[in-house]
């Protein structure tokens, strides 16, 4: 059986005070899901030092929404893989989509971070998805699959086992447009297939997370599917018993 997980992407909200009271609230609530469901939450960097604590004590990973692509030294305003990986942080949200087409992440850059978050001992969680005007056009499963072919197959297969992908098609962020669980089962069953060309019989363990719009009416339905191991939470993610109440659909 595959690792089932549910990851927060808090995304720049909170004050450091208020994702102190959000990370006690999801700890306080996390026995109504099953144990065996991994949360993991993504929080600025403003927050790891005040949150990492009461997320150990509960048994919540902490992710990063992003990290430098660079070792370390003159780049200012950025926050290396080492300075994350000291706090004790254990993943680090990579291509998320807000990235790439805000910031300008590439495939060039991002194989440069993932490098660096394996080198520090933490594991990406690695965001693949299309566009609505390439859904439109058909063209989901081969943006997919370069985005894939792009970063991915650069992994040794060591790095590999600790992937975790997060499909988030871009017209379900934060839209309140949800795919539907047969949309998110077809894509993520092409996935888990395009892993299997490269990394073979690993793929099968490999965790792929559905993001977009995943709330808890629509999270057991997702979840249900069998390509499906979990999702990544936006909006949801901010209010405990929502983001507690997705991880009750396993
Ligand atoms: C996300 O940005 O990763 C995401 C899935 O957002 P939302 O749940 O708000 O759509």
Redesign the pocket.
């Known amino acids: 059986m595959r690792r089932q997980i549910v990851a927060g992407?808090w995304?720049m909200n909170t004050t450091p005070a208020q994702g102190v009271e959000l990370i006690k609230n999801v700890a306080a609530q996390k026995k109504q899901a099953k144990e065996s469901v991994e949360l993991i939450t993504g929080v600025p960097y403003t927050h790891i030092c005040c949150v990492s604590e009461i997320a150990k004590e509960n048994g919540i990973a902490i992710a990063a929404q992003n990290c430098a692509d660079k070792a370390s030294g003159a780049f200012t305003g950025e926050i290396s893989a080492e300075m994350l990986a000291s706090l004790g942080v254990q993943y680090v949200i990579l291509g998320?989509?807000?990235r790439r087409e805000y910031y300008g992440e590439t495939s060039k850059t991002l194989n440069d971070k993932i490098k660096l978050v394996y080198d520090n001992n933490m594991a990406p969680i690695f965001?693949i998805g299309e566009k609505l005007e390439e859904r439109e056009a058909e063209k989901h499963f081969d943006v997919c699959r370069a985005q894939i072919e792009e970063v991915v197959f650069n992994l040794t297969a060591a790095q590999f086992e600790k992937l975790i992908v997060?499909y988030?098609p871009v017209w379900?962020?934060?839209?309140g447009k949800t795919a539907s669980a047969e949309q998110a089962e077809e894509i993520h069953e092409f996935i888990r297939k395009v892993l299997a060309e490269k990394f073979g019989a690993a793929a099968e363990k490999t965790p792929i997370l559905y993001?977009?719009?995943?709330k808890p009416s629509n999270a057991e339905e997702i979840f249900s599917k069998a390509n499906v191991d979990g999702?990544?939470?936006?909006?949801?993610?901010l209010v405990a018993e929502d983001f507690v109440g997705i991880a009750k659909a396993f």
């Open positions: 992407n995304k998320h989509s807000e965001c997060a988030e379900a962020i934060g839209t993001g977009g719009s995943c999702g990544l939470i936006g909006g949801a993610a």
